[in-house]
């Protein structure tokens, strides 16, 4: 025998060689789990499921690993991990390769094996589900827990119907049939039953088996053509049931050792279909009668000596069958107390006799078996689809009953009783009469409905006779009773004027219900149930009696009627002794059994007619109530007819009312929209003039503001110029002072200031743009510069200054007045930036103001669109000139780098002319800037510093007209300079002669 351990792998082989049966037992291949974690453990398979073909089996494993086992194809493939137990398989779908798996948390899933995807989420149990069984189309599905069943539609994966069962009866199984449309269900209580898939009606329920065989069916098989049913239990018998005859054919006693039969199935045969496979067992008892003579009622074993063919086995492996037959020769008393649920009607009374009640857990089968319900399903709902009855309609009004649930049940049997018979509808006291019965059966309406039926047929015999008047021949028949057997208490009644109405007919009606506790109730109709239905009118006689002793101290009426109206201190179980005593010895001729029927059980598949009562009054009654509906439906059409014309002639006035009041407030606000128009035209002629004047004041502000902006700047450029004078003073004559002590360390600081050169230059750079203190800042910072590039100069220039103090004058006032020019043009666009800047905020303050009015003056918005319009053209104008003066002053900046260049080349040029001067003084000095044209075209100029063969037309075309403008800017800068020297030149020669004046 191969062993295969599937461990960690999701897929690979069954076996590994051919595999051979063992000689034994026949295993194939033993499949086994095993984990390889740090501990491991073996992993059991729960469940089993084989697929129609009976090639592909799938197994799942208590930690939701579920594998399928291909046996053709000798391959296992793990298709799906569900964290959690399966609990039942089924594989046998109508879509081969899907499988349903009920698992842990009580939902069912469909999966695909090849995809391996959820394909289906099924809920609806609240236990666990142990049972699948797939219709053979594979259509349908029905899923078994403990306390439901459930059918599905697998095409749509939506629930059909539920199968609801009371608490105390659990299901064992619920299955289909093999090859037919019959659904199996199995419960706790060995019942059996057989319904139809399609409508879901009871087809036939099995008799219940032998009570010499006391076992319980936990397992079922049938065999595939649907025949036959084995089923067994905790016991070493086997019972088979013949489905077709609906009985017990065989019973297989088992080897002693076997204690409990676990799983059954039949072996598959070929030609048969598995129909004759109970395997021949070894038999110590075979005797087979007639076909024609087995019968499912009053069975009798008998077993006789034999033997057949066997093969050699121990003793103890030995199976013994017993047969079934029936006992023709039974009496007609036995057949008499025979139930159909194979209880003995004379077993239990002596039973119930003998404990004074039957077991609470059998009570509600035995009530069934005694009353004989048939469980006509197909009438009951025939009955309830009428709906309910006009009777019970407004039923809560006059019976508040806090439960919705026992409310709707109680309408629903009321309802249908009044569907069966047309004199419950006009039963006053039928509520009280089936509520007790409702309130205990309120899970099983159609046991319900049956019970109360059974009630008023059997135990109600002749009370609609002098309807609906009480029933004046049953309470007669109490009274004799009760005359008879105490005359002393039926004395009492009548000298207080007490009538059988008030002292037997409350009870009647009530059923004992509002006298007897549950418990109570429930013994006693235990009593009347298993005895003759003038059972009933004794218990009536019987309660009296034994409560003689309150009612013969009572002398009121009032007295009378609360005590039959409410629960007194009686033992029932002397109650119920009183009855039997009264059934013995009370006289034929007034014993109310002589003037009843014996039971009489409801008929199968249809109800009986119930008309015991005079129809006449009932139809009189029946036309008198239809009149009077009637008249009352014409008196309240009418009366509708009236408030209709009444409510329309109301709401007319109302109407007109409101139209006269809608148009006296529409007149009103119109008046009030003219005053408030009225109102706002004065309103926007005084905010026009409001907003005039204050755009004249904001005109005189801002010429206001311009001037002392003009003043300030002024002010401010001749304050600079002023300081920067007296800063060149200062400096001309620290320079004469320090001159000496310069010349050691001024290669160390030519360095220096050049460092300094560049930082000043990127800080010039970055406050162009802030405010007025950045811009002062940049002023000061400028004139270090200035005073840095002096330093620099001085250097490069201090043998011009050896040569003459007059020159360097000269030079030093040019370059300020270039200087001081530049700083000009750069205030002035400060200045002209700030006025466009204020022209943009009152361009904006001007375009919110006309929106504000264009809010309030719809009318003029054309107007005002162009206004804005013309406001708009005119900021872009002005954004134009912006950039145009933006240009000028890139142009002007420009303009300076020339002159600073232009300024180096002069310097150049003059210290050569000073060198050569000194070295040749009789040289007669040559006149400069005569040909202007000749010297500016010796300036360096940006346009030559580039490429031009890289650039496109356009921005050569740009770039030669930006330097035209820079030479003709290059030179008039020469002109300036050249005056300035002129002037410098004279400065110099004045400062000489009145230094020569003072030094003699």
Same mark, same amino acid.
């Given at each position: 025998?191969?062993?295969t351990?599937?461990?960690?792998?999701?897929? %690979?082989?069954?076996?590994?060689?051919?595999?051979?049966?063992?000689?034994r037992?026949?295993i194939?291949?033993?499949?086994?789990?095993?984990?390889?974690?740090?501990?491991?453990?073996?992993?059991?398979?729960?469940?089993?499921a084989?697929?129609?073909?009976?090639?592909?089996l799938?197994a799942?494993?208590?930690q939701?690993?579920?594998?399928?086992?291909?046996?053709?194809?000798?391959?296992?493939?793990?298709?799906?991990?569900?964290?959690?137990?399966?609990t039942?398989?089924?594989?046998?779908?109508?879509?081969?390769?899907?499988?349903?798996?009920?698992?842990?948390?009580?939902?069912?899933?469909?999966?695909d094996?090849v995809?391996?995807?959820?394909?289906?989420?099924?809920?609806?149990?609240?236990?666990?589900?142990?049972?699948?069984?797939?219709?053979?189309?594979?259509?349908?599905?029905?899923?078994?827990?403990s306390?439901?069943a459930q059918l599905?539609?697998?095409?749509?994966?939506q629930?059909?119907?539920?199968?609801?069962?009371?608490?105390?009866? %659990?299901?064992?199984?619920?299955?289909?049939?093999?090859?037919s449309?019959?659904?199996?269900?199995?419960?706790?209580?060995n019942?059996?039953?057989?319904?139809?898939?399609?409508?879901?009606?009871?087809?036939?329920?099995?008799?219940?088996?032998?009570?010499?065989?006391?076992?319980?069916?936990? +397992?079922?098989?049938?065999?595939?053509?649907?025949?036959i049913?084995a089923a067994?239990?905790?016991?070493n018998?086997?019972?088979?049931?013949?489905?077709e005859?609906?009985?017990?054919?065989?019973?297989?006693?088992?080897?002693?050792?076997?204690?409990?039969?676990r799983h059954?199935?039949?072996?598959?045969?070929?030609?048969d279909?598995?129909?004759n496979?109970?395997?021949?067992?070894?038999?110590? +008892?075979?005797?087979d009668?007639?076909?024609?003579?087995?019968?499912?009622?009053?069975?009798?074993?008998?077993?006789?000596?034999?033997?057949?063919?066997?093969?050699?086995?121990?003793?103890?492996?030995?199976?013994?069958?017993?047969i079934?037959k029936?006992?023709?020769?039974?009496?007609?008393?036995?057949?008499?107390?025979?139930?159909?649920?194979g209880?003995?009607?004379?077993?239990?009374?002596?039973?119930?006799k003998?404990?004074?009640?039957?077991?609470?857990?059998?009570?509600?089968?035995?009530?069934?078996?005694?009353?004989?319900?048939?469980?006509?399903?197909?009438?009951?709902?025939?009955l309830?689809?009428?709906?309910?009855?006009?009777?019970?309609?407004?039923?809560?009004?006059?019976?508040?009953?806090?439960?919705? !649930?026992?409310?709707?049940v109680?309408q629903?049997?009321?309802?249908?009783?009044?569907?069966w018979?047309?004199?419950?509808?006009?039963?006053?006291?039928l509520?009280?009469?089936?509520?007790?019965?409702?309130?205990?059966?309120?899970?099983n309406?159609?046991?319900?409905?049956?019970?109360?039926?059974?009630?008023?047929?059997?135990?109600?015999?002749h009370?609609?006779e002098y309807?609906?008047?009480?029933?004046?021949?049953?309470?007669?028949?109490?009274?004799?009773?009760?005359?008879?057997?105490d005359t002393?208490?039926?004395?009492?009644?009548?000298?207080?004027?007490?009538?059988?109405?008030?002292?037997?007919?409350p009870?009647?009606?009530?059923?004992?219900?509002?006298?007897?506790?549950?418990?109570?109730w429930?013994?006693?109709?235990?009593?009347i149930?298993?005895?003759?239905?003038?059972?009933?009118?004794?218990? +009536?006689?019987a309660?009296?009696?034994?409560?003689?002793?309150?009612?013969?101290?009572?002398?009121?009426?009032?007295d009378f009627?609360?005590?039959?109206?409410? *629960?007194?201190?009686?033992?029932?179980?002397v109650?119920?002794?009183?009855?039997?005593?009264?059934m013995?010895?009370?006289?034929?001729?007034?014993?109310?059994?002589?003037?009843?029927?014996?039971?009489?059980?409801l008929?199968?598949?249809?109800y009986?007619v119930?008309?015991?009562?005079?129809?006449?009054?009932?139809?009189y009654?029946?036309?008198?109530?239809?009149?009077?509906?009637n008249?009352?439906l014409?008196?309240?059409?009418?009366?509708?007819?009236?408030?209709?014309?009444?409510a329309?002639?109301?709401q007319?006035?109302?109407?007109?009312?409101?139209?006269?009041?809608?148009?006296?407030?529409?007149?009103?606000a119109?008046?009030?929209?003219?005053?408030m128009?009225?109102?706002?035209?004065?309103?926007?002629?005084?905010?026009?003039?409001?907003?005039a004047?204050?755009?004249?004041?904001? !005109?005189?502000?801002?010429?206001?503001?311009?001037?002392?902006?003009r003043?300030?700047?002024?002010?401010?450029?001749?304050?600079?110029?002023e300081?920067?004078l *007296?800063?060149?003073?200062?400096?001309?004559g620290?320079?004469?002072?320090?001159?000496?002590?310069e010349?050691?360390?001024t290669?160390?600081?030519?360095?220096?200031?050049?460092?300094e050169?560049?930082s000043?230059?990127?800080?010039?750079?970055?406050?162009?743009?802030?405010?007025q203190?950045a811009?002062?800042?940049?002023?000061?910072?400028d004139?270090?510069?200035?005073?840095?590039?002096?330093?620099?100069?001085?250097?490069?220039?201090?043998?011009?200054?050896?040569?003459?103090?007059?020159?360097s004058?000269k030079?030093?006032?040019?370059?300020?007045?270039?200087?001081?020019?530049?700083?000009q043009?750069c205030?002035?666009?400060?200045?002209?930036?700030?006025?466009?800047?204020?022209? !943009?905020?009152?361009d904006?303050?001007?375009?919110?103001?006309?929106q504000?009015?264009?809010?309030?003056?719809?009318?003029?918005?054309?107007?005002?669109?162009e206004?804005?319009?013309?406001m708009?053209e005119?900021?872009?104008k002005k954004?134009?000139?912006?950039?145009?003066?933006?240009?000028?002053?890139r142009?002007?900046k420009?303009?300076?780098a020339l002159?600073?260049?232009?300024?180096k080349?002069?310097?150049?040029?003059?210290?050569?002319?000073a060198?050569?001067?000194?070295?040749?003084?009789?040289?007669?000095?040559?006149?400069?800037?005569?040909?202007?044209?000749?010297?500016s075209?010796c300036?360096?100029?940006?346009?030559?510093?580039?490429?031009?063969?890289?650039?496109?037309?356009?921005?050569?075309?740009?770039?030669?007209?930006?330097?035209?403008?820079?030479?003709?800017?290059?030179?008039?800068?020469?002109?300036?300079v050249?005056?300035?020297r002129?002037?410098?030149?004279?400065?110099?020669?004045?400062?000489?002669?009145?230094?020569?004046?003072?030094?003699?």
């Amino acid at each position: 025998m191969q062993s295969t351990d599937l461990g960690n792998k999701e897929s %690979g082989k069954i076996w590994h060689r051919k595999p051979s049966p063992a000689t034994r037992d026949g295993i194939i291949v033993n499949i086994i789990h095993n984990t390889s974690d740090y501990h491991p453990k073996v992993l059991r398979f729960l469940n089993v499921a084989f697929d129609g073909t009976g090639d592909c089996l799938i197994a799942g494993d208590h930690q939701g690993n579920i594998y399928v086992f291909d046996l053709y194809g000798n391959r296992f493939n793990l298709v799906q991990r569900t964290a959690q137990a399966c609990t039942a398989l089924a594989f046998n779908l109508r879509r081969k390769s899907e499988f349903l798996v009920a698992l842990a948390d009580y939902s069912i899933k469909c999966f695909d094996t090849v995809t391996k995807e959820l394909v289906s989420w099924m809920r609806g149990h609240e236990s666990s589900v142990f049972s699948i069984s797939v219709h053979a189309s594979g259509k349908y599905a029905i899923t078994t827990s403990s306390d439901t069943a459930q059918l599905w539609d697998l095409d749509t994966f939506q629930r059909k119907r539920k199968l609801n069962i009371r608490q105390s009866v %659990g299901i064992q199984k619920v299955f289909f049939l093999p090859l037919s449309n019959t659904i199996l269900s199995c419960f706790k209580d060995n019942s059996i039953f057989a319904w139809e898939c399609d409508t879901l009606f009871c087809k036939y329920q099995l008799p219940a088996p032998p009570e010499s065989s006391s076992i319980l069916y936990k +397992v079922f098989a049938v065999t595939r053509d649907g025949r036959i049913l084995a089923a067994g239990g905790k016991s070493n018998h086997l019972h088979l049931w013949c489905l077709e005859a609906r009985q017990l054919f065989r019973i297989i006693q088992m080897p002693t050792k076997v204690r409990a039969i676990r799983h059954l199935e039949f072996l598959p045969d070929s030609f048969d279909a598995g129909s004759n496979q109970p395997p021949p067992p070894l038999v110590k +008892v075979i005797e087979d009668l007639p076909k024609n003579k087995l019968s499912s009622s009053d069975l009798k074993r008998k077993v006789t000596s034999g033997r057949v063919q066997q093969p050699a086995k121990s003793r103890e492996s030995k199976i013994q069958t017993r047969i079934l037959k029936q006992d023709l020769t039974g009496d007609f008393e036995s057949k008499k107390n025979e139930l159909p649920d194979g209880l003995n009607k004379k077993r239990l009374q002596i039973l119930l006799k003998g404990y004074g009640e039957y077991p609470t857990k059998y009570r509600m089968f035995i009530w069934r078996s005694l009353l004989q319900l048939p469980e006509n399903h197909t009438a009951f709902s025939t009955l309830i689809d009428k709906g309910t009855h006009v009777a019970f309609l407004n039923l809560q009004k006059k019976y508040p009953i806090k439960s919705r !649930k026992l409310l709707r049940v109680l309408q629903r049997t009321l309802s249908a009783l009044a569907h069966w018979s047309v004199i419950f509808s006009d039963t006053p006291y039928l509520p009280l009469l089936a509520f007790p019965f409702v309130k205990l059966f309120q899970n099983n309406q159609l046991i319900c409905f049956e019970v109360i039926a059974t009630l008023i047929i059997n135990w109600c015999q002749h009370w609609f006779e002098y309807f609906p008047n009480p029933p004046i021949n049953i309470l007669s028949m109490i009274e004799n009773v009760l005359a008879f057997h105490d005359t002393e208490l039926l004395q009492h009644f009548i000298d207080h004027d007490i009538t059988s109405q008030l002292y037997a007919w409350p009870l009647l009606e009530t059923v004992f219900s509002e006298v007897l506790t549950r418990e109570e109730w429930l013994k006693l109709f235990d009593n009347i149930f298993s005895n003759h239905p003038s059972f009933l009118l004794m218990t +009536v006689v019987a309660y009296n009696m034994c409560s003689r002793v309150p009612l013969l101290n009572c002398n009121l009426k009032d007295d009378f009627e609360f005590f039959f109206h409410h *629960r007194n201190n009686l033992d029932i179980n002397v109650v119920i002794r009183q009855v039997y005593h009264l059934m013995e010895t009370t006289p034929t001729d007034i014993h109310p059994d002589s003037m009843l029927n014996v039971f009489v059980a409801l008929t199968k598949g249809q109800y009986p007619v119930f008309n015991q009562y005079p129809k006449f009054i009932v139809d009189y009654q029946t036309q008198e109530r239809e009149r009077i509906r009637n008249d009352e439906l014409d008196y309240l059409r009418e009366r509708q007819t009236v408030e209709d014309m009444q409510a329309k002639v109301d709401q007319q006035r109302v109407e007109d009312e409101a139209w006269y009041q809608k148009q006296e407030l529409l007149r009103k606000a119109e008046e009030t929209r003219r005053e408030m128009l009225l109102q706002e035209e004065e309103k926007m002629i005084q905010q026009r003039q409001r907003l005039a004047a204050v755009k004249r004041e904001l !005109k005189v502000k801002e010429m206001h503001l311009q001037d002392a902006a003009r003043r300030r700047f002024l002010k401010l450029q001749q304050d600079q110029q002023e300081m920067e004078l *007296r800063r060149l003073d200062d400096e001309i004559g620290r320079k004469v002072y320090m001159r000496d002590r310069e010349i050691a360390a001024t290669a160390r600081e030519l360095e220096m200031r050049q460092l300094e050169l560049e930082s000043q230059k990127r800080l010039y750079e970055k406050n162009l743009t802030e405010n007025q203190e950045a811009v002062a800042k940049e002023m000061r910072a400028d004139a270090d510069a200035y005073r840095q590039k002096v330093d620099l100069e001085e250097h490069m220039f201090h043998k011009l200054i050896e040569a003459g103090e007059t020159q360097s004058q000269k030079t030093q006032k040019v370059i300020k007045e270039n200087l001081a020019k530049a700083e000009q043009a750069c205030l002035n666009t400060d200045w002209q930036i700030q006025s466009l800047h204020k022209q !943009k905020c009152d361009d904006l303050q001007r375009n919110k103001c006309y929106q504000e009015v264009a809010k309030l003056l719809r009318e003029n918005r054309r107007k005002e669109i162009e206004i804005i319009n013309a406001m708009v053209e005119e900021e872009a104008k002005k954004w134009k000139e912006a950039e145009g003066k933006e240009f000028c002053l890139r142009s002007a900046k420009k303009a300076s780098a020339l002159s600073d260049a232009s300024r180096k080349w002069f310097l150049k040029q003059e210290i050569n002319a000073a060198v050569e001067h000194a070295e040749n003084p009789c040289h007669k000095e040559e006149p400069r800037f005569q040909n202007e044209q000749e010297d500016s075209s010796c300036l360096p100029r940006t346009s030559q510093l580039n490429d031009s063969s890289e650039m496109d037309p356009s921005t050569q075309i740009s770039l030669n007209r930006r330097a035209v403008e820079w030479d003709t800017t290059g030179q008039n800068l020469i002109k300036k300079v050249r005056n300035l020297r002129q002037r410098l030149a004279a400065q110099a020669r004045h400062r000489c002669q009145t230094a020569h004046l003072l030094a003699a």
